[in-house]
């Protein structure tokens, strides 16, 4: 296995050109890639989602367009829609911003129902329908979505149905003091988040993430593997703090997720650490805590640890 771990190491020393820290939301950015999957990035504003994904993106030479989303927006604005001329009588098709490679969606909790349900077939069967008509996107047509964890008014919460469309929540937490530190000396220095295009980043060689993604298909998962988690996946409906339980879905993102845990860190085979690293970004979206388990400040990522502790690990 070489191209996994070139593509690792050169995404991770150019994102860190551009970004200080965040270590986990660089490398899950990365795996939710390999996975084919898409992520739901949270966290404050300020702390480089958004930056990520753009340079992410253009270090992979992947086609990149943003969605800022408004309560005001429409599915059209997203998937296109037929225009009509009136010089020759025939309708041709404005194409979205979805028939891109990466999509970034802005505050997705902002965008109407709606225009949040035009997202759904794009991101699970990679197609969009328009007038009757089925247009193909790019087979590496990925969703970065990010949401504010601290606004309520004016947004429109995911449903479960568009919450299991994502492959991995990933939670952007604030930087240490050494990492903020010397984010605010780089800003003294000169740099600018908002001039992206003022750093030279050096994208990937030509083929390496085709190898990587073949390499990725031939990943080594033992059966007692796949047992421990079905029986995390299953755990998770009858387990007395949660009121909504990990569908199928979710077990076989979980089983990916591990697959990818597993080649960023440098090995072709999954180990049980690498499904206990996976599972919160795989399933905290997942799942519901009870409300009178939510009033007592337990969060879905404890009742998950308690879950994952309750599970025998194989040998």
């Known amino acids: 296995m070489d191209a996994i771990p070139a593509l690792v190491r050169h995404v991770r020393s150019q994102l860190d050109r551009v970004i200080v820290g965040q270590n986990d939301l660089k490398m899950q950015c990365l795996a939710v890639l390999l996975c084919r999957g898409h992520a739901l990035l949270e966290g404050v504003p300020g702390v480089a989602k958004t930056l990520t994904v753009k340079a992410f993106s253009r270090i992979l030479g992947l086609g990149f367009r943003r969605v800022q989303c408004t309560p005001d927006l429409m599915p059209a604005d997203i998937v296109g829609t037929s225009v009509a001329s009136l010089s020759t009588g025939t309708f041709s098709l404005h194409r979205g911003p979805a028939f891109t490679d990466v999509l970034l969606v802005d505050e997705i909790n902002r965008m109407p129902p709606r225009t949040q349900a035009a997202l759904l077939e794009c991101m699970e069967e990679r197609q969009i329908t328009i007038d009757g008509d089925l247009h193909a996107l790019s087979p590496l047509f990925t969703v970065f979505a990010t949401q504010n964890p601290i606004e309520f008014e004016g947004t429109y919460p995911l449903p479960e149905a568009q919450l299991d469309r994502f492959l991995a929540k990933?939670?952007?937490?604030?930087?240490?003091?050494?990492?903020?530190?010397?984010?605010?000396?780089?800003?003294?220095?000169?740099?600018?988040?908002?001039?992206?295009?003022?750093?030279?980043?050096?994208?990937?060689?030509?083929?390496?993430?085709?190898?990587?993604?073949?390499?990725f298909a031939g990943v080594t998962v033992q059966g007692s593997l796949i047992g421990y988690i079905v029986e995390i996946i299953r755990r998770t409906r009858d387990w007395p703090a949660l009121s909504l339980g990990a569908s199928p879905r979710a077990a076989v993102n979980l089983l990916k997720m591990s697959k990818a845990v597993a080649v960023v860190e440098g090995r072709d085979y999954v180990i049980p650490d690498d499904v206990k690293t996976a599972l919160l970004p795989v399933l905290r979206h997942r799942v519901a805590v009870r409300p009178e388990t939510d009033l007592e400040g337990v969060t879905a990522d404890q009742v998950l640890g308690d879950v994952a502790r309750a599970v025998a690990v194989p040998k």
Request: proline share 7%.
């Open 170 to 215: 990933i939670s952007v937490p604030y930087p240490s003091e050494a990492e903020e530190t010397e984010l605010v000396k780089r800003a003294h220095q000169g740099f600018d988040a908002a001039r992206l295009d003022a750093v030279e980043l050096e994208g990937i060689p030509s083929g390496l993430l085709e190898h990587a993604e073949t390499e």
